[in-house]
C-alpha cells in the first residue's frame, strides 16, 4: 500500500480554520484518499474521501493536489469537539483494506 | 439504517485464559468485516478481515484467531491469553465496491493482568 506522511501534531484556535496535510507522493492512479478521525476512547470515524476532484461534505471539506501527491482536510470552523487524532490513508478501489498510519493530533485551544 | 453492535465494552482476563469478542452488523448484506487492534498509545493495527461467510484473512501471525459463522457476525477468539493481547479491539464493516468508508463499533478494552 501506498505510504502517507503526516504531522505528528498541530494546535489551532477554536472558531478558526483548519488545514491538515497529507503527502502521499507514491499514490497510484486508482487510490481514494480518505480521511478518519478518532476521539479519545472511541472506534475511528469516517470523516471524508475523495479521488481527484475536491470534495465537501458536512464535516469537512478534502482539497486535492493537481498532481494528487497531497491533499489537505480542511475544518472550516474548529470546535473543542474536533480535538482528535487525524489519519490520511490511502486505499486502491476494490482494495477495502484500510491500513492506518499514526495521524495527527489535533488540540483545540479555546 | 446500518448499525454495528460490539460486546462487551471492557474485559478483564487472567493470562492463559481464553477470549471471545463478538461483533455485529444490521441494516446490510455482504459487509466486508474487519477486527482492528489499537494498544495502549499506538496505531491500529489490522488483525483480520472477511469478504465473506466463512472468508477469513490474517494480517499478522499472532494468539488470536477469527471465524464467521454468519454474513454479519464476527467473532475475535483466543484459546489462551497472553499479556500482549491487552488493547483495544475494534470491529468494522464496509461494503465493497461503494467507497462509502468504514464503519467502525464502539470497542472493547481488553487487559490481560
Known amino acids: 500500500d501506498a505510504k502517507t506522511t503526516q504531522p505528528n501534531s498541530m494546535e489551532s484556535n477554536e472558531e478558526e480554520p483548519v488545514h491538515l496535510p497529507c503527502n502521499h507522493s507514491?499514490?497510484?492512479?486508482?487510490?481514494?484518499i480518505h480521511w478518519y478521525r478518532q476521539l479519545p476512547s472511541q472506534g475511528p470515524e469516517y470523516v471524508i474521501h475523495?479521488?481527484?476532484s475536491n470534495v465537501n461534505n458536512r464535516m469537512a471539506s478534502l482539497a486535492i493536489a493537481e498532481d494528487r501527491k497531497s491533499s489537505t482536510l480542511i475544518l472550516h470552523r474548529a470546535t473543542l469537539r474536533d480535538a482528535a487524532v487525524y489519519y490520511c490513508?490511502?486505499?486502491?478501489?476494490?482494495?477495502?483494506?484500510?491500513?492506518f498510519g499514526t495521524g495527527t493530533r489535533l488540540t483545540i485551544i479555546p | 439504517s446500518q448499525t454495528i453492535h460490539q460486546w462487551p465494552a471492557t474485559l478483564v482476563q487472567p493470562v492463559g485464559s481464553p477470549l471471545s469478542l463478538e461483533c455485529t452488523v444490521e441494516?446490510?448484506?455482504?459487509?466486508?468485516l474487519y477486527w482492528y487492534r489499537q494498544a495502549a498509545g499506538r496505531g491500529l493495527q489490522l488483525l483480520f478481515y472477511?469478504?465473506?461467510?466463512?472468508?477469513i484473512s490474517s494480517e499478522v501471525p499472532q494468539n488470536l484467531s477469527a471465524s464467521r459463522p454468519q454474513d454479519r457476525q464476527f467473532i475475535l477468539s483466543s484459546k489462551k491469553l497472553l499479556l500482549s493481547d491487552s488493547g483495544f479491539y475494534l470491529c468494522?464493516?464496509?461494503?465493497?465496491?461503494?467507497?462509502?468508508?468504514?464503519?467502525f463499533g464502539s470497542g472493547t478494552r481488553l487487559t490481560v493482568v
Open positions: 468494522a464493516w464496509t461494503v465493497p465496491g461503494q467507497g462509502i468508508g468504514y464503519t
Open positions: 507514491t499514490i497510484s492512479g486508482t487510490d481514494y
Open positions: 475523495g479521488l481527484t
Open positions: 490513508i490511502l486505499s486502491g478501489f476494490g482494495n477495502e483494506k484500510l491500513t
Open positions: 441494516g446490510t448484506s455482504n459487509p466486508n
Open positions: 472477511s469478504v465473506g461467510i466463512g472468508q
